[in-house]
């Protein structure tokens, strides 16, 4: 008897087994373009769609044959899964999207609202939602993926790496996924940002092989200043100093660069090490306060001036002035999105809500966009200078006559 059931259930084993050996919805790779780079426009009333595709052959090395890594392969039609559909007609094979890296977005459709683009990524099961998105400044956002880079083989990779680097080493771009882009859509009391990005140079040149065969490239790609968004549809862009006010308001910068003014003329250069933000609400007298406190702690990196780094009252004002001028660039940031934008991108509304939910749900939120131009911002910094080189004194201090 147990001979019969051990047969069983080595033959029950087998066949479970072999239904295992397969994978029903496998997808081989020489069946399918493999998609790294998507860029959005919006032609009137069409979508645009132009999708960066790895030619295999060429990204490895040993048999390349001189062509381009990457091919572009556009579409037009009214609707966004239509257009991407419609790439079969020149694209030899099944776009997958799996390994994307970045979205462009064209500005008109930022302007006109990007929900659209954002329920079809969602929707799709393939696309993973932790690809970088950004708005193409001044440039049609397929500009931004037909130009080749020196450094990377696949643009695409350029875009990805350039934007995560600028975001960990300097504070005015920022980097931006899917899923916090939906996040920051869905939650009251907060809007989005994105980082734009832009051609420089010769736009024709920089789609030619020969451009990266050159020290100096036809064009190159850069990350510039932050789009701002009411909800869906960006509302105009954030300066440079203001793109770094706002990514030390929301706690955003790991690391950045900066100066400071010396008495008798000249600058000192800091290097932001460490910095961390809070942001806390309250309610005085019934209206919505911000209080924001932050420590800030740096290295003197650079002194183009004569300074005594020796004597600590020297520290001690450089910190103060320090204090006063990220103080200072905090403000204007706050004020000049208060009054060009009227739109809370930094999380006020959110830090209110936490703050007091009950009021929040019963009249602050619904009221929330006037309230927050009138908001009041409190600011508390310390600020702290930590190393200054294994220079002690400028080197213009030791400089005979």
């Known amino acids: 008897m147990w001979r019969l059931k051990t047969i069983l259930t080595l033959i029950v084993l087998t066949l479970l087994a072999a239904l295992l050996a397969g994978c029903w919805n496998r997808k081989e790779l020489d069946e399918l373009g493999i998609q790294m780079g998507t860029a959005i426009d919006k032609v009137g009333h069409e979508y645009h769609v132009a999708v ?70 969602s929707r799709n099961p393939e696309a993973r939602p932790d690809f970088y998105i950004m708005v193409a400044r001044d440039t049609p956002a397929e500009k931004v993926l037909g130009v080749l880079t020196a450094l990377e083989k696949i643009p695409a990779y350029n875009l990805f790496y350039s934007l995560d680097t600028s975001a960990k080493t300097w504070a005015p771009t920022t980097t931006v996924t899917m899923d916090q882009l939906m996040e920051d859509l869905t939650t009251a009391g907060r809007n989005p940002v994105l980082t734009g990005v832009t051609v420089i140079g010769n736009t024709k040149g920089g789609e030619m092989k020969q451009s990266v065969e050159q020290i ?63 942001i806390k609400g309250a309610l005085v007298d019934g209206k919505p306060v911000i209080r924001i406190h932050m420590t800030n702690q740096s290295n003197i990196s650079d002194v183009e001036c004569k300074l005594d780094l020796n004597d600590p009252h020297t520290i001690d004002q450089l910190e103060e002035q320090g204090r006063k001028k990220l103080i200072n660039l905090m403000q204007k940031t706050v004020d000049n999105v208060k009054k060009k934008y009227k739109v809370d991108i930094f999380g006020f509304g959110q830090a209110i809500h936490r703050a007091n939910p009950k009021a929040w749900n019963q009249y602050l939120e619904a009221e929330w966009n006037e309230l927050f131009q009138q908001v009041k911002v409190e600011y508390e910094l310390d600020v702290m200078i930590r190393r200054i080189g294994t220079t002690v004194d400028s080197i213009k201090n030791d400089i005979k006559e």
């Open 52 to 121: 960066q595709v790895v030619v295999p052959g060429e990204v490895s090395t040993r048999q390349s044959g001189g062509r381009s890594t990457v091919t572009l392969y556009k579409a037009t039609a009214p609707t966004l899964f239509e257009a991407f559909r419609k790439l079969t007609e020149t694209s030899p094979r099944k776009i997958y999207s799996a390994h994307i890296r970045v979205l462009v977005l064209g500005e008109s459709l930022a302007r006109d609202g990007i929900a659209n683009v954002l329920d079809l990524f």
């Open 216 to 278: 100096e490239p036809e064009a190159r790609l850069l990350n510039v200043g932050l789009a701002a968004f009411r909800r869906d549809r960006m509302v105009g862009w954030l300066t440079e100093e203001e793109a770094k006010g706002y990514n030390y308001i929301i706690d955003n910068v790991r690391s950045t660069a900066g100066h400071l003014s010396c008495p008798d003329g000249g600058m000192v250069a800091l290097e932001t090490i460490r910095t961390k933000t809070k």
